[in-house]
């Protein structure tokens, strides 16, 4: 049953809780940001291993949270009507039954469960392939097994219940709550939670050496899972008494508060890596295992898939550049159209989606002339990495005729989205505020009623970014050549290779001159509509 209305002065809260910063940012009801802070997060890495302190997420959070609220109207945060947080997905940590970490916070893309897998695939092999979950190392569950495997300690705990599974973001809202919590299954999806039955698969599990008394309880995003206590409220500023929600994922929560809710629509996130959420009604099977599904909080599915290439192949092959000398280099990147080689972006070997290969090499194929034709290739080899994404979700049945939504740090880049609109051969959209946590902030004023409505209410207008004229049909066959080069190198099979070369993009619509111009709530058109989520 939804819930009742909030009133028009109501706020929301939403805590993105990324891989180098905590963000929190407080909306009112039309989406508008009325209060936002953020802190940093330092990682430990040494090689395969990726960890982080989750004393630094907490002390990260209050420190963001007090920015956010100390942005607001003395006595408004009594208006917060309710909080949600995302986190990584696969991070987590063992704790004690009240909390106490035992382990550091295994991230989202440590790896150093690779041997873990094959028993892990061999234990489930009929249900992952039901769920449609691939279990990469870098998922939880394998990391799971790896710890207890390696510590006599840590199983023997496990045993007795005297330990519990906590994804991040379960940590921090139990700091805000006072006390364990109950995990979403977004958040479980990559621990193995079962979304079909909707409970854990404790056959599966046992056979893992897993205890069913290590894994957290599980209910859907949007759930109440408790109140901001007095210790919190006074570490964060928060009022005692707030709600905290279940959450859910990063790339799901940027998908929210893109407001891309709707069948055939996708939201793409340009960070670090990138990745495609999108809408189907039926769950999308892929036995390529790159592609799996969240449950859409008001029924169907949101596939997606997340690869390895990125904006951190821009930051590792041009370290140390603030924004504005990228942006400088952008400007000299222009005049490479095509550049005058391939280049794979990714920053270190592996890839994840739209094909899985872990031994996937970074290349150049061609000559460069400079530092702007080596950036230009960089940029436009994301393009083909994320056009080639979306020929293999259509291969597996998936409408990609809705709105694309372009959100993450990538989208901050004009150019770069224009370059992206080209490739691609279709409009595109910008949101004007479409980070994650204000997808939080979404799904906190939806509580368990329509997020998909509580998200048209609360969209933000958005900047259309149409393709140029002559730009689709300049890089296709260099995209070409690019999916080419994946299938000699063994990446890619015969089959994808041919759906993604005969493709034909859509040509560029409107007229000549500029292609990037902002968009109003009102407007005739769907595709132009920016109050209209996901539609």
Known sequence: MAETQPSPDQLWAGADVGTQSVRVTIVDETGATRGTGSAPLTSTRAGDRHEQ?????????????????????????????????????????????????????????????????????????????????????????????????????????????????????????????????????????????????????????????????????????????????????????????????????????????????????????????????????????????????????????????????????????????????????????????????LRYPVATPGERFPFVDPAAEPFVVGRLADDADGYAALLQGVGYVERLCYAYLRSLGARTDGPVTLTGGGARSRYWCQLRADILGRPLRVPRDAEPAVGMAVLAAAGTGSVAATAARMARPYVEVEPRPGGPERFTEPYRAFVAELHRRGSIGAELLAAATTETPVPAPGPAGTSVRSARPGAARALRRGRDAGE
């Open 53 to 341: 302190d989750p004393e630094q997420w907490w002390q990260a959070f209050r420190r963001a949270s007090r920015q956010a609220v100390g942005a607001l109207p003395a006595g408004a945060a009594t208006r917060i009507g309710g909080l949600a947080l995302d986190a990584t997905s696969g991070t987590f940590l063992l704790a004690d039954p009240d909390g106490t970490p035992r382990t550091p916070g295994l991230m989202y893309d440590d790896g150093r469960a690779g041997a873990e897998v094959p028993d892990v695939l061999a234990a489930g092999a009929g249900l992952w392939d039901r769920l449609g979950y691939a279990m990469q190392r870098s998922w939880a569950l394998p990391k799971l097994v790896w710890l207890l495997r390696r510590d006599a300690t840590l199983r023997a705990d496990a045993a007795a219940g005297r330990l519990r599974l906590v994804h991040q973001a379960d940590h921090l809202a139990a700091r805000l709550t006072g006390g364990p919590v109950a995990t979403d299954h977004s958040h479980a999806l990559k621990t193995g939670y079962d979304l079909d039955a909707e409970h854990w698969p404790t056959g599966v599990l046992g056979r893992l050496g897993v205890p069913a008394d290590l894994l957290p309880a599980v209910v859907r995003p949007g759930t109440r899972l408790g109140a901001v206590d007095r210790a919190a409220a006074d570490a964060t500023g928060l009022p005692v008494g707030l709600p905290v929600r279940a959450g859910m994922t990063d790339g799901c929560a940027a998908q929210l508060a893109a407001g891309a809710l709707t069948e055939g629509s996708w939201n793409a996130i340009l960070g670090t890596t990138l990745v495609l959420k999108g809408v189907t009604a039926e769950r999308l099977t892929d036995p390529g295992g790159a592609v799996y599904s969240h449950r859409h909080p008001d029924g169907g599915w949101l596939p997606g898939g997340a690869s390895s290439s990125g904006a951190g192949a821009v930051a590792a092959a041009y370290p140390g550049l603030g924004a504005a000398e990228l942006d400088a280099l952008a400007r000299r990147a222009a005049r490479y159209e095509p550049a005058g080689a």
